[in-house]
């Protein structure tokens, strides 16, 4: 199984603020996704971040408010850009294994975000 | 929209009892995923059951899926206290390219 790090743990931001949320894997992934869990929600695909090519955004969520990074097969980024309070939940990227993208799907600890 | 729908939204046992908890979802799939969540951090997998399987165990969970109904169930038996947490259900749907849609999820209960 993957291990999936992702840097900062949690954070308080002020509304209008942008925030960038790391996610480190310890081996080459193809796919790694980032998820949304807004407070007592489940989780909700915000996007599929590949290497070498743009991230496809699902429904709902958009480049400018979330711009995602992927530069090489075990790092990406997620910002969270002017943020408001509404964008408080923990965020969590998800990969699957190895670099043929096995179907397990295996998560980070998560990013608790809260904006005042 | 979400795919996975579980029942009970909430479940309250003792331990030592078998917990039982159920998943719907609306289109094919090719695989269906069972994971935890304690208080609001990570999500541990739990296990996987492929399309073509009916059946799998993996020590004290034992999960079917039946295609058919397109319906899964997560027993935990003999449960402990330690298994007090959220269980969400998860599938990957055909040709969505592994993007997973999760279930409301269970909080499970497990008084000592």
């Known amino acids: 199984s993957a291990v999936i790090s992702q840097k900062p743990s949690r954070d308080i931001c002020q509304r209008g603020t942008s925030l960038t949320i790391q996610c480190q894997v310890d081996?080459?992934?193809?796919?790694m996704f980032w998820y949304r869990q807004q407070p007592g929600q489940s989780l909700t695909l915000i996007a599929t971040?590949?290497?070498?090519?743009?991230?496809?955004?699902e429904s709902g969520f958009v480049i400018d408010k979330f711009p995602i990074s992927r530069p090489n097969l075990t790092f990406s980024t997620l910002t969270v850009s002017n943020m408001s309070p509404e964008d408080s939940s923990i965020y969590l990227c998800?990969?699957?294994?190895?670099?043929?993208?096995?179907?397990?799907?295996?998560f980070g600890p998560g990013t608790r975000l809260l904006v005042l | 929209s979400q795919q996975g729908e579980e029942d009970p939204q909430a479940l309250s046992i003792q331990e030592g009892e078998n917990a039982t908890m159920n998943c719907s979802y609306k289109?094919?799939?090719?695989?269906l995923q069972w994971y935890r969540q304690n208080s609001g951090r990570g999500l541990v997998h739990l296990i996987l059951?492929?399309?073509?399987?009916r059946e799998k165990h993996s020590g004290r969970l034992r999960v079917t899926l039946d295609t058919s109904k397109k319906s899964s169930s997560l027993l935990i038996t003999a449960s402990r206290a330690a298994d007090t947490a959220s269980y969400f259900c998860?599938?990957?749907?055909?040709?969505?390219?592994?993007?997973?849609?999760f279930g409301k999820g269970i909080t499970l209960s497990v008084r000592p």
């Open positions: 998860a599938t990957d749907r055909t040709g969505a390219n592994s993007k997973l849609t």
């Open positions: 059951i492929r399309s073509n399987e």
């Open positions: 289109t094919s799939i090719n695989n």
């Open positions: 971040a590949n290497q070498g090519s743009e991230a496809t955004y």
């Open positions: 998800s990969v699957g294994g190895g670099t043929s993208g096995s179907e397990t799907q295996y």
């Open positions: 081996s080459q992934v193809t796919m």
